[in-house]
């Protein structure tokens, strides 16, 4: 099954199961798809975060984020404002998790 099928069916574990494959076709796909590099970081992260590794979940949403941002992906760097925000709400940092969710609504 692709990374992309099992993100679609929110199995998590099976995305995780993926991540160094995953990885590597991100560094592999960023200069021609860069889109789709700092999607899989996504995927990655939201496949962390459910499983509750937040420390690794906000590395892979921070790295999404600085993709779109170098893309000038409005749109990215929203949804990885809302991924980052989620993940400083499950750990109870709600002063950043707002200011996350305020950029990402700004957006």
Avoid: K
């Avoid at 789709?36 to 921070?62: H, I, N, P, Q």
């Amino acid at each position: 099954m692709r990374l992309s099928e099992l993100a679609a069916a929110r199995d998590w574990l099976g995305v995780l199961a993926h991540e160094r494959e995953a990885l590597a076709l991100a560094q592999e796909i960023r200069e021609m798809h860069p889109d789709r590099a700092g999607s899989m970081y996504g995927w990655l992260g939201t496949g962390f975060l459910s499983t509750g590794d937040y420390g690794r979940a906000r590395e892979l949403y921070e790295q999404q984020r600085a993709i779109c941002e170098a893309l000038g992906d409005r749109v990215g760097v929203a949804r990885a404002c809302c991924n980052l925000g989620n993940c400083y709400f499950s750990t109870g940092d709600y002063g950043r998790a707002r200011e996350l969710h305020e950029q990402h609504r700004a957006m």
